[in-house]
């Protein structure tokens, strides 16, 4: 643990205790000399003025730095110029009095701390706790700190300096589709005449492999899905091909309207038209599956990308899809969910948030919640609908946010937004891939019985789109939200 343990003081201390190197896991001996000066614990006293559960707040005690601070720092714009504090002591101590320097609000001054001190202390300048040992023998400065954020935590960023242009494309690129396959990322992009395929390990590899193909069949490349390690796509006949390379297709011996998405080892797609109705089917058939006919109200064409997911309420597999077009021709603003046999309505209609949207843009991600009665936060699952096309003919330029497995929905209002300096967008691609973050070994260390070196951080990719013209976009944008980016304090 990084807060000093409090042990028997009639016999030498063993203590492990941070230091800013990397040997956070040695254990020290400490004299009982050293032990006259030692503070086991430092914290904030309650004001909910100022934060709630403030003084749930942990500060780290770095003894050998000589270094008090809390390594989760306080929310941003946090008043830290009229703090109460207390503090434990391993054995009594004579005295112990702090110096403050260069504060914003207070002027420079000295106060000796006592338990029942009611004095209010301004942190934003230099603040040193000098500790006299009972004896007057041995003296300890300590400097506390206490961090305040410079920027949101809880903010969704989209950085410029990120923004990378679109594997394949080209002038003349009128339609462009990612997807992600088995461990690796495809896509397709056709100018009205030829397709590329291009391949790459990474959503965020410098050069993807390009091959040029030609078609037999001019592509649908919006239906463009992945199922396990094979591709699907329809022609515009509405003709299922699959292919195992993106390069040689064969055609699958059934006519769709539609593609859903993958399900497991299942292509699941809309069969039908207007006059014969519309019907769900599945790709490859398996002996249980019966065709059986949509149900009123759902979307058998641009839905958005449908997405699996496992969840703290159903027992197998699930997946969702939201809004789209019914066979009315009427735009959705339903969520509708799949385990495998069944569809069916998810959203809670007396709690709607989303507009009527079509070819929006589905993933699964994170946001943070606190936890109640201390300054703790938690990582929680939230599936995040972007961009879309809404039923007066503009875009969708609000995120929405559901942490409830699509029944109920928000607003992810002004910190969750699109990337800023892109048109509003339909029909993009969004992927979450993991990548290698690798703390400053010269920052201060982490609250952890071991140091925390390099953790996963998942940035969001999201691929193309349209503008209101039908354009195609010719970027990817880079995501992430930025707690997600901190070295990891739990």
């Known amino acids: ?67 008090i601070y809390n390594a989760d720092s306080l929310p941003k714009g946090t008043k830290i110029t009229g703090l109460k504090v207390s503090i434990r002591f391993l054995n009594t101590v004579s005295s112990s009095v702090f110096t403050i320097t260069g504060a914003t609000e207070r002027a420079d001054t000295t106060i000796e701390y006592t338990a029942a001190m009611n ?85 965020n590899q410098g050069t993807w492999d390009k091959k040029t193909i030609s078609l037999p069949f001019t592509p649908q ?76 109200g759902f979307p058998v064409a641009h839905a958005s990308d449908m997405i699996e997911t496992d969840n703290k309420w159903t027992i197998s597999q699930q997946a969702m899809i939201v809004g789209g077009i019914d066979s009315d021709g009427n735009m959705l603003s339903d969520v509708w969910g799949y385990d495998g046999n069944t569809w069916g309505r998810i959203n809670n209609i007396h709690s709607k948030t989303m507009p009527a949207i079509a070819d929006a843009t589905l993933f699964s991600y994170y946001t943070f919640k606190s936890l109640p009665g201390v300054r703790h936060y938690a990582k929680q699952q939230t599936w995040y609908l972007m961009g879309g096309r809404l039923a007066d003919g503009t875009l969708n330029s609000t995120i929405y946010v559901s942490n409830t497995q699509g029944i109920t929905w928000t607003s992810g209002g002004a910190i969750l937004n699109q990337p800023d300096g892109t048109p509003d967008f339909y029909g993009a691609q969004a992927f979450v891939s993991n990548e290698t973050m ?21 940035y969001i990719y999201l691929f193309g789109g349209y503008d209101e013209q039908g354009q195609l976009l010719p970027w990817v944008w880079r995501g992430v939200y930025n707690r997600l980016t901190h070295t990891p304090v739990y």
């Open 119 to 203: 004095t209010k202390l301004d942190f934003t300048g230099k603040t040193v706790l000098k500790v006299t040992s009972a004896d007057q023998t041995q003296t300890k400065e300590y400097q506390v700190k206490v961090l305040v954020h410079k920027e949101n935590p809880d903010t969704l960023v989209w950085p410029e300096s990120w923004r990378r242009d679109l594997p394949g494309y080209q002038n003349g690129t009128i339609r462009h589709k990612a997807v992600r396959v088995g461990g690796s990322y495809f896509i397709m992009t056709y100018n009205g005449v030829e397709c590329n395929v291009l391949a790459a390990d990474s959503p």
């Open 221 to 296: 490349v919006q239906s463009l899905t992945a199922v396990e390690d094979l591709l699907y796509i329809l022609g515009d006949d509405g003709t299922l091909y699959f292919s195992s390379n993106g390069e040689e297709w064969v055609p699958c011996g059934v006519i769709w309207h539609s593609v859903l998405g993958a399900f497991g080892d299942k292509l699941l797609g809309i069969m039908g038209d207007d006059e014969q109705g519309y019907y769900h089917d599945e790709y490859p058939r398996s002996e249980s599956f019966v065709v059986s006919e949509v149900e009123d």
């Open 438 to 458: 690798t703390a400053n070994i010269g920052a201060a260390p982490r609250r952890v019985a071991s140091p925390i070196i390099t953790w996963n951080c998942p």
């Open 1 to 67: 643990m990084l807060t000093m343990a409090v042990l028997l003081s009639s016999i030498p201390a063993l203590v492990s205790c941070n230091k800013s190197d990397d040997k956070d896991d040695e254990v020290y001996t400490y004299s009982t000399s050293r032990q006259t000066t030692l503070i086991t614990r430092f914290s904030l006293q309650s004001d909910a003025e100022v934060l709630a559960n403030l003084d749930s707040v942990h500060f780290t005690i770095d003894y050998d730095n000589g270094l």
